[in-house]
């Protein structure tokens, strides 16, 4: 997730996160609602809990000073966050306090994390990086990811979703997407461009959006069996895409591109926030507005009911 900003961060030493009164402001790079909750995570171990609607933020206490890169939640009390070393916190309280269950300083950082109920789940990152786990995180197994030939991927895998047919899909660097139906066995989806795609959009039925590098997005209709380019306006990195709840698709990306469909991804309207800072994440509210997470940090954005920004 986010891996266009990862150049400006590093590695640091395991410690304690430090509490910082401008936690708010710094980079974030994933985050998701938890209930009634929003959970944004970031660097130097930054996890932030809004329960506001993203209006105001408290700083959680965490084991780490690594960059988190990602944060997921089976519900509203079981979550876990991932990033640099590989490592992997966890919360069975909605995350107010965290424990760390994985750390591995010689591995690549973790990019995303996916859990299919509050005990199995999978880790993907940095030079094939794959990681699996069914007891909640107390232990994980390393799995494999290869190529149409069988050799192992040391691609960055920077995104992994469920689809509608229970499949798992991961969107890599190189235009390597890869599917899997129980997680162990994976193979490379048909794909039409070679650059880096940093993830991929379930939509109603068997249609996806798969997003990346340059402003570049396709559309499928069949479950990823084929693809055509869809048309953007922009050049900027595409990072996030979500679907709100009234039925329109948001894509975020860098230089604070915020695009819009009203057409579950066959046309878009483009826009930019005003200081351009790049985007990382989106995530709906209950309200209805949308939290921008990235390189300013969080901020709430209100959509015009039904339409554009």
Sequence with gaps: MAAALLACTAPLLAADAELAPLAAQSLLLDGQAAGSQLVAVGERGHILVSTDAGRSWQQRPTPTRATLTSVFFADAQHGWAAGHDAVILRTSDGGATWQKVHEDPESGPILDLWFRDTGAGYAVGAYGLCLATVDGGTTWEPREIADETGMAVDLHLNQLRPLSDGRLVVAAEAGQLFASADGRKWLPLPFPYEGSMFGVLPLAGDHLLAYGLRGHLFRSADAGRSWQPAVTDTEAILNDAIVLRDGRVVVV?????????????????????????????????????????????????????????
């Design 253 to 309: 990306g860098l230089a604070g591109t915020v695009l819009v469909s009203l057409d579950e991804g066959a046309h878009f309207t483009a826009s930019s926030q005003p200081d351009r800072s790049g985007l990382t994440r989106v995530i709906e509210t209950a309200d209805g507005a949308l939290v921008l997470l990235g390189s300013h940090g969080a901020r709430r954005l209100d959509l015009p009911a039904g339409g554009r920004p």
